[in-house]
């Protein structure tokens, strides 16, 4: 497994292709990027190079639980580094659900290095908003609060991380659970400042100011209610909204592997969109 030392990090990713223009995928939550492997795949075999990574405190990456900023802007810089670090910059920048809103706090945050966005799953309502805080931070606030850094550790999602790389056993243990619990009710305070809608996180006003290519694929779940990726479609200037023969489900979250039919169309739409975009370019 490739790794490779990002600021304070290390960090786990795959590049698919061996040549092309540059694609950076992010998946959802605090998921590992296994899920997205097929699908790079496919995008891969139209002539681009696909970059998938674990975000630090995902997957095999390490768990590194510190920092004063929110835990997605220290996402949106070490990924800058690492396109910096691959060679890829500038890339299009594309992702689901937290990936999505991710590959538009990049483009705020290192906009010399997006080529385009491609939004996907796009997270936004009062469902996902009463949901995800909990989801991503407060569970383990009261784990740690409860149990100490052990109980932390013993959660799922925890021991998924420590089995994909043993070393964040011994650095979670390490934590004073105070520490632990002050950084992530930090995060948790800058992940509840934002907008619940249409866009959980994203002002309006920093959609309207896009002005890279940016191509929209609605979800299909509470989470991810297909209103959400219309109505940031029609806040993105100038944005290309696409959507699957799919309907609206009524169930809090469906897996990316229930789009799994739908792949091949995907790759090619975003290979398409973006063969278009660099085309225009020249």
């Not at 990574?53 to 095999?60: F, M, P, Q, V, W």
């Not at 890339?91 to 290095?113: C, E, K, V, W, Y």
């Not at 002005?211 to 219309?230: E, F, M, Q, Y």
């Amino acid at each position: 497994m490739p790794f490779i030392q990002i600021r304070d990090a290390k960090i786990h990713y795959r590049v698919f292709g061996d040549s092309g223009p540059w694609l950076t995928l992010i998946t959802g939550g605090r998921r590992g990027f296994n899920e997205f492997i097929p699908f790079a795949e496919k995008i891969a075999a139209k002539g681009f190079q696909v970059l998938l990574h674990d975000r630090r405190n995902t997957g095999a990456s390490d768990v590194i639980i510190a920092g004063q900023d929110g835990e997605e802007e220290i996402w949106a810089d070490d990924l800058a580094v690492l396109l910096d670090a691959l060679g890829a910059s500038p890339a299009f920048i594309g992702g689901t659900s937290s990936g999505a809103r991710l590959s538009m706090l990049f483009n705020q945050r290192h906009p010399d290095q997006v080529k385009g966005l491609m939004l996907m799953r796009v997270t936004g309502g009062d469902f996902a908003a009463g949901r995800l805080p909990n989801m991503y931070y407060g569970q383990f606030i009261r784990a740690a609060q409860e149990g100490g850094m052990k109980a932390v550790c013993e959660t799922e999602q925890y021991q998924e991380r420590i089995q994909a790389n043993p070393a964040n056993l011994t650095r979670l243990m390490a934590m004073d659970p105070k520490e632990y619990i002050r950084v992530m009710e930090h995060w948790l305070s800058i992940f509840l400042r934002g907008p619940r809608k249409p866009v959980l996180g994203m002002e309006d006003d920093v959609m309207r100011a896009i002005r890279v290519p940016t191509l929209v694929i609605p979800g299909n779940d509470k989470t991810h209610a297909s209103a959400n990726g219309i109505a940031a479609a029609n806040l993105i200037p100038n944005s290309v909204l696409f959507q699957l023969p799919i309907e609206d489900q009524d169930v809090p979250l469906l897996p990316f592997s229930d789009w799994e039919p739908h792949e091949a169309t995907l790759a090619t739409v975003l290979t398409e969109f973006m063969n278009k975009v660099l085309s225009s370019q020249h």
